[in-house]
């Protein structure tokens, strides 16, 4: 993030979620600026204890991470001078509010909901070009802010991965869609025991690689139940922020990609950014009560670009030749890719501008780019990827989705293995 302010140059922001409370530390000056943080506490310790208490601990604990003093005799330092070696100029809360009366920091501090929070924040990036896509995928609700037909629209539908995922599996013969994105065979109850327990318990950050899956498996079926009609209606590609609890606490983001592709099955040309951190929701509130302040945001530097996809789309079948692509790395040979349907090809190619050149068969093409001829059927694209490469997806539109079988669990283990796991972020 470039230069934000040299008037206010911390903010303190608490994002008060429905099943965890955010502390952050927004550090600007003239040369970059530092978020630190996150400190997470369960909202509902907020419920049963003194929030006061709670919020003093969660600062104390930021104050320590960030080694910048910000609290002194059991209040918090607020001054507007920007050259202290202590203290904060702004205090952000954003929802939360059946806390305020019980925080003693609530009258200096500005207010937003979540949901405005996240809007200012697409706005903003919109305006800078950064992206037209932000999609929250948090506990209680999923969140689309998105452009379309040279407007922006948002959608927020009350299904998440916490309390509300029990939504999911109320739906007709939703525990059978859930199992088909798994790698493992598992019973139905079982399925829908570990769900229930979720809900119950979702500031619990799962762990073992079963639980991780099912994790993904419950924000694959989200997004394919919540996802507006007109979301891919141009069907030429997004640049999408990614953020919510389920996709920022994810160890492989490589996988996140993978979901997006499965649950919202892009056309186009794609580009995936992941809220790592959480702070979407904070930075949001920023920009909403402190408009004036941010200049410019640099979207890779808080929202690191992870893949770039490119979907081939066309009428073909599994195995059938789709034709090359040819991968120009800015050098004098080219790689190329022979393109076979139903798979998917991962280039490792970290964050690089690269020059594709497509020669597909009859039946195949991809949306927004035009053949360079009707005659030899090629196109040539410029792609910037992302830490973890660039995905070529050959799986065709609409996805054909794996079978509740060895079969299917088969698929899904090819589908994974494909795009290199191995490596964390």
Not at 77 to 94: A, F, H, K
Not at 107 to 120: F, G, N, P, R, Y
Not at 238 to 252: D, E
Request: charged share 20%.
């Amino acid at each position: 993030m470039k230069e934000i302010t040299n008037a206010a140059q911390f903010f303190l922001i608490v994002d008060f979620g429905s099943t965890v409370v955010h502390f952050f530390l927004l550090n600007c000056n003239s040369q970059n600026t530092i978020v630190h943080g996150p400190v997470e506490i369960p909202t509902r310790y907020f419920r049963k204890s003194d929030p006061n208490v709670l919020f003093f601990q969660g600062v104390s604990a930021l104050e320590q991470s960030a080694k910048r003093k910000l609290i002194a005799k059991d209040i918090l330092i607020v001054s507007q001078e920007t050259n202290r070696s202590s203290g904060v100029q702004r205090v952000v809360l954003i929802s939360g509010e059946e806390f305020y009366p019980q925080l003693s920091v609530s009258e200096i501090a500005l207010k937003a909901t979540q949901e405005e929070s996240l809007e200012a924040l697409f706005s903003h990036l919109s305006t800078l070009q950064y992206c037209n896509s932000l999609l929250d995928i948090g506990s209680s609700a999923t969140r689309y802010f998105y452009e379309g037909n040279g407007q922006n629209k948002k959608l927020i539908a009350p299904i998440g991965t916490g309390a509300s995922a029990l939504y999911v599996l109320r739906q007709d013969a939703q525990s059978d869609l859930l199992l088909r994105w798994l790698t493992f065979e598992m019973e139905i109850v079982l399925l829908e025991n570990v769900i229930a327990n979720k809900s119950v318990t979702p500031y619990i950050i799962p762990y073992l690689e079963h639980d991780l899956e099912i994790e993904l498996a419950l924000v694959r079926e989200i997004l394919r139940t919540t996802i507006p009609a007109d979301y891919d209606e141009e069907r030429a590609g997004r640049n999408v922020v990614l953020s919510g609890a389920a996709i920022s606490r994810y160890p492989n983001p490589n996988l996140i990609g993978l979901t997006y592709l499965d649950g919202v099955e892009p056309e186009g040309v794609n580009e995936i950014y992941i809220d790592t951190a959480q702070f979407a929701t904070s930075l949001g509130g920023v920009i909403k009560r402190y408009p004036e302040l941010v200049k410019d945001v640099t979207l890779s530097e808080i929202f690191p670009h992870i893949l770039t996809t490119v979907t081939v789309s066309g009428t073909f079948h599994e195995g059938e030749s789709l034709g090359q692509a040819f991968i120009n790395f800015g050098f004098d040979d080219n790689q190329e890719i022979k393109l076979e349907a139903g798979n998917i090809y991962h280039i490792p190619s970290a964050a690089q501008t690269l020059t594709l050149e497509f020669s597909f068969t009859h039946n195949a093409f991809i949306r927004g780019c035009p053949f360079e001829s009707d005659a030899n059927k090629s196109v040539i694209k410029k792609i910037k990827t992302g830490k973890r490469g660039l995905i070529i997806d050959t799986r065709g539109r609409p996805l054909p989705l794996p079978r509740l079988s060895a079969e299917g669990r088969e698929r899904m283990r090819s589908w994974i293995h494909a795009l290199d796991l191995s490596n964390s972020l």
